[in-house]
């Protein structure tokens, strides 16, 4: 392989993806590097100017005008951090958040434009190369990263990969029996064999290429309610924002078709998922001991009202 090769390569595919008119292909007035620091901004839940300068490698002063620009469009606040006040923390403002998740729709329907092209028989070899390139170029130990997750809708196979990995999963961490994934396996059978896909879906998180998360939106017994059922994240997947994104989907897609609320039930051992739907604004509604799959647990009824803003 020669520099020429690469220098090739890097030219077929910025034109490939619009790197050059980067705002004109996703109909937004951001180029390429501010999209980039705006998704970094929409995946962090908390972070300073200097940590996202040293992330993305941008001069400082180049970094300082992008963020002044987007304070004007109203994207983003600059306060003093709480570590060192020397810093400033960056946080999205509401509108900016939906202008982020505006291009992180409008990147994914360019990408899967892009594949829609791709025959199923090369998609394998596809995603073989693009892992290739990453482990060469990144000498082999670069770190997961959000901008390798992808949600997704389920393929063949991952409906019994949500059964398999809850199973083991939980086994795992808390020791629950095969009585749970017997329950894992009825609620996916459910959905496989009868759902509406207008109201109800399913969310395949993946990174490089693997299945590392999951979860389901499905209408509940009450009216206008929708359920959340089966979150979960890989344990070496987690720290991405996964969860989060998983959750905000369900969110999205439940207002978006009309629903008025979102119920989940949980556990009171399952803290991180706990702190995740308060986050979201659900509020706890009920607790109820109980004994299942092989242990001595606490029932949790958790409700958001999509009319309220978490």
């Known amino acids: 392989m020669t520099v020429q090769d690469i220098r090739s390569f890097n030219r077929f595919y910025t034109n490939v993806i619009g790197a050059l008119d980067y705002s004109r292909h996703l109909y937004a007035p951001y180029t390429l590097t501010e999209s980039r620091v705006l998704y ?47 810093r400033r923390r960056i946080t999205l403002t509401a509108h900016g958040r939906t202008t982020a998740d505006l ?9 899967g434009t892009l594949l829609a092209d791709v025959p199923p028989a090369d998609r394998g070899r596809l995603s073989e190369a693009l892992r290739t390139v990453r482990e060469v170029l990144g000498d082999g130990r670069a770190a997961p990263h959000p901008d390798n ?45 009868d759902h509406d896909p207008h109201l109800e879906r399913v969310w395949i ?26 979150l979960l994240v890989e344990p070496e997947a987690r720290g991405l924002g996964i969860g989060d994104r998983l959750v905000r989907a369900v969110l999205d897609f439940a207002r978006s078709v009309g629903y008025r609320d979102v119920v989940l039930w949980t556990n009171d051992v399952l803290r991180a998922a706990r702190s995740l739907y308060l986050r979201h604004g659900f509020v706890l509604v009920g607790e109820k001991p109980h004994r299942s799959f092989g242990a001595d647990l606490v029932g949790q009824d958790w409700r958001l009202s999509l009319h309220r803003a978490p």
């Open 40 to 86: 970094e901004l929409a995946h962090t839940e908390k972070v300073d100017a200097a940590d996202l300068r040293a992330r993305l490698a941008l001069d400082a002063g180049y970094l300082s005008r992008i963020l002044g620009k987007f304070e004007r469009d109203g994207l983003v606040e600059r306060a003093s951090s709480e570590k060192d006040s020397r």
């Open 103 to 111: 291009l992180d729709e409008r990147s994914s329907e360019a990408v």
């Open 149 to 193: 997750v992808l949600l997704r809708e389920p393929g063949p196979g991952d409906l019994g990969w949500i059964v398999a990995r809850n199973a083991a999963v939980y086994a795992a961490e808390f020791g629950w029996n095969t009585d749970y994934e017997g329950l894992v396996a009825r609620i996916v059978a459910d959905f496989a064999e």
């Open 205 to 230: 998180a993946e990174l490089d290429g693997r299945p590392v998360g999951c979860v389901m939106c499905v209408r509940d017994e009450a009216p206008g309610t929708a359920r959340l059922r089966l």
